[in-house]
């Protein structure tokens, strides 16, 4: 069975402070990751990762893929309390029906 | 640019009431279009997609159901809610690889 699994579940830290999270996935015929930062609304789109190694970055949040352990991180540096939100990790499959299997997500909370 | 609508915003219903959430997209023609429906503090469950006009796959067996009248029209109905039908409900679209999600409705079943 296709899964997604992110850690940490839940984390805080404070202004300042750096934060890595962890995606880990179990997919048949893998085609992508992507990243999303959901607050009180609907997701929005943050990375799209299809190759290993290539680091994608914007801003202060970078992230990464490694398509031989089958895992992700997503790095946010300097962190900020705008930065507060579920992060959440998403595999989509290299199938004919586009489909993407979600993880439950990281809620981050950064502190001032 | 592609802008994706979603209506209503929040909608509070009787159980056993009907259902139809609207889900309509600008600027592209013949989107992938996805319902997803995330209950509080969980993940997203992805119910049905769309890969065409009148070609719908359901993942998950229940009382909801899914129709594509237009190419970028997708409307998410139920005959009769039930209380577990609560929940933020999300349309999007793939485009370039990725998935965008439209601004959700957020349903409470009373």
């Known amino acids: 069975e296709d899964k997604v699994v992110q850690s940490p579940l839940s984390l805080v830290v404070h202004e300042g402070d750096t934060v890595t999270l962890n995606c880990s996935y179990e997919?048949?015929?893998?085609?992508?990751l992507l990243w999303y930062k959901q607050e009180k609304k609907a997701p929005t789109f943050l990375f799209m990762l299809?190759?290993?190694?290539i680091e994608k970055k914007s801003g202060r949040l970078s992230s990464i893929l490694d398509k031989k352990e089958l895992f992700s991180i997503l790095n946010i540096t300097a962190t900020q309390t705008g930065d507060s939100a579920v992060y959440l990790c998403?595999?989509?499959?290299?199938?004919?029906?586009?489909?993407?299997?979600f993880g439950t997500g990281t809620r981050l909370k950064v502190l001032a | 640019s592609q802008t994706i609508h979603q209506w209503p915003a929040t909608l509070v219903q009787p159980v056993g009431s009907p259902l139809s959430l609207e889900c309509t997209v600008e600027?592209?023609?013949?989107?992938?279009l996805y319902w997803y429906r995330q209950a509080a503090g969980r993940g997203l469950q992805l119910l049905f997609y769309?890969?065409?006009?009148?070609?719908i796959s359901s993942e998950v067996p229940q009382n909801l159901s899914a129709s594509r009248p237009q190419d970028r029209q997708f409307i998410l109905s139920s005959k009769k809610l039930l209380l577990s039908d609560s929940g933020f409900y999300l349309c999007?679209?793939?485009?370039?690889?990725?998935?965008?999600f439209g601004p959700g409705t957020r349903l409470l079943v009373l």
């Open positions: 999007a679209w793939r485009a370039g690889g990725a998935q965008y």
């Open positions: 997919v048949t015929n893998f085609r992508s």
């Open positions: 998403a595999v989509e499959k290299a199938s004919g029906t586009y489909k993407y299997i």
């Open positions: 600027g592209t023609s013949n989107p992938n």
């Open positions: 769309s890969v065409g006009i009148g070609q």
């Open positions: 299809t190759s290993s190694g």
